[in-house]
């Protein structure tokens, strides 16, 4: 049975003046060139495990993380919504029509002097 004394990793051992019948108390042998005790093959298995399943897995990890973030970083903001005329943005077409307006020039003439280039050339206009 596993939980028996003297069984796994360290030999049981009795002292010199201790009775045959009484229990034997665990002690860590000395390990002789190229003897292995079964917690120091478990150590290199473990090893072998973080150096060949979980050393890989951290570096595509890291590699995903790096695309993503440093070589090709998400946009600081969401796309513009609006009309983008002149260096502002303009959330309605009646704030770009009153900005027209304060240089002169009516949306409708602004619509005409400007063809979409997504709608085949004409504006929807405001009324």
């Given amino acids: 049975m596993i939980c028996e004394p003297g069984f796994g990793l360290w030999p049981m051992r009795r002292a010199k003046n201790q009775r045959p019948g009484a229990a034997a108390a665990p002690a860590l042998t000395s390990i002789v060139a190229g003897d292995e005790t079964k917690f120091e093959k478990s150590e290199r298995a473990m090893k072998f495990l973080a150096t060949f399943l979980i050393a890989p897995a951290l570096s ?11 070589i090709y970083p998400p946009p ?3 796309a513009t919504k609006g ?3 002149g260096g502002h943005t ?3 077409r009646a704030d770009f029509a009153r900005w027209l307006r304060s240089r002169g020039v009516a949306y409708r003439v602004w619509v005409r002097r400007h063809p979409s280039p997504y709608t085949g050339g004409s504006h929807s206009v405001a009324r």
Avoid at 60 to 70: D, F, I, M, P, S
Wanted: without cysteine; charged residues 10%.
């Fill in 60 to 70: 595509v990890l890291a590699l995903a993380l790096l695309e993503t973030r440093v």
């Fill in 76 to 78: 600081a903001n969401g």
């Fill in 83 to 85: 009309i983008v005329w």
């Fill in 90 to 92: 303009f959330a309605t």
